[in-house]
DNA sequence: CGGAAAACCGACCGAATCGGTCGGTCGCTC
DNA sequence: GAGCGACCGACCGATTCGGTCGGTTTTCCG
């Protein structure tokens, strides 16, 4: 117990104002949320960040370093549906222990008003490249797969959070993101989305 | 061509503070980013609703009445996949056409930062309660089940918009919040999911 | 115990932003 | 050209913003 206290309570802050800027934006989210979300003062909280900024590098810094380590993982398996199912097992258990990763990672993809932090929509893109969506050529049934299994996964995983039910639900989550990239198809192929099948 | 000009103007500028509203919370918005969705000046935007809270309860009364006959017309169906997949076509139809009204209704479910406002929270759960969900007992799978579907068309329908896809999109989206239900095959059935079935 | 360091807070500041008002311009129709 | 609805730029008081400062509590360690 020497140490490790500070760096838990950052990463728990830093996982909650995750989930706030993903839902509000950075902009607008003040200190003040982000506080009252982690139940610190305003001036606590810059206690462990020195400015707004610093804080919004870190929560940037830390969801990219969680999203690469999973997207590593599962970009390296070959594409197809024993792939998806078990790149959704491990993509579920992130989100469900940090709340607002997903979200966070897929507002860029939704929001019109653009943030220009450098990194921000990157992640969000390579999320949607590792599962095999090529924004380039118009693979449309596949993204709209993938990114309907990330909004459900979004929002599952806030909610869960917000009910304290992380755990229990993760077996539903996880069936219910993969049932999403539709790949109950006993018999018939579908032209682009699922040729290779385990 | 005589003055339904002004209606059309206006239920556009509540579908898109809908949008705003569902995404950053009604208080997080303001109406400069409301005119500027709508392509308007502040002073433009009042000429339309006297007030902030004339434009919340605007828009709210328009989700309320988009979303009461749609859910009217889904609640009325027996419950079992024939009728999931009937009620996700009609569903997505309307959720295409505003974008930001599931996004609307799923927000009080999700957000911890309670909008007093009578009607919000309501809507949402209705949704819920349309799909078959029963918040009192404890039907954990249905709940996130149908959660997820709405996260993922609420997710969809704000890309389509954004991207201007929502007539190419509109099968594909169906399929993956029907499949997100999760109805495998006809013959076999899930554990606990659908026991009341058609 | 004592004392230093870290954690944390209430009160406050200048600047920015908020919702809303006002006077005026534009384009259209009698 | 008078009347009118749609719309805008500039502005107002009030609130909220990010950030600072001085002080108090808690924790750790000898």
Chains 1, 2 share one sequence.
């Not at 996982?15 to 989210?29: E, P, V, W, Y």
């Not at 830390?62 to 594409?79: H, I, K, Y």
């Not at 693979?139 to 993938?146: C, F, K, N, S």
Request: hydrophobic content about 50%; some cysteine; overall charge negative.
């Amino acid at each position: 117990m020497a140490r490790p206290f500070r760096q838990q309570i950052d990463e728990g802050i830093l996982d909650r104002a995750a989930a706030l800027f993903a839902r509000r934006g950075f902009a607008k989210t003040s200190l003040q949320d982000v506080a009252d979300a982690v139940g610190l003062s305003k001036a606590g909280l810059l206690h462990h960040f020195p400015s707004k900024d610093a804080l919004h590098e870190a929560v940037l810094a830390q969801a990219e370093a969680q999203a690469r380590g999973v997207l590593d993982e599962v970009g390296s398996m070959p594409l197809g549906a024993a792939r998806d199912r078990r790149a959704v097992e491990v993509v579920v258990d992130v989100a469900l222990a940090h709340p607002g990763l997903v979200a966070l990672m897929l507002a860029p993809v939704l929001q019109a008003d653009a943030e220009p932090v450098p990194g921000a929509g990157t992640s969000g893109a390579a999320a949607l490249e590792a599962f095999g969506v090529d924004l380039e050529t118009s693979d449309a049934e596949r993204l709209v797969r993938v990114l309907g299994a990330l909004g459900a996964l979004a929002v599952l995983s806030l909610a869960a959070h917000h009910e304290n039910q992380t755990t229990t639900w993760r077996a539903h989550v996880a069936a219910t993101c993969f049932d999403a990239l539709g790949h109950r198809r006993p018999g018939a192929a579908l032209p682009s989305s699922d040729q290779v099948e385990a």
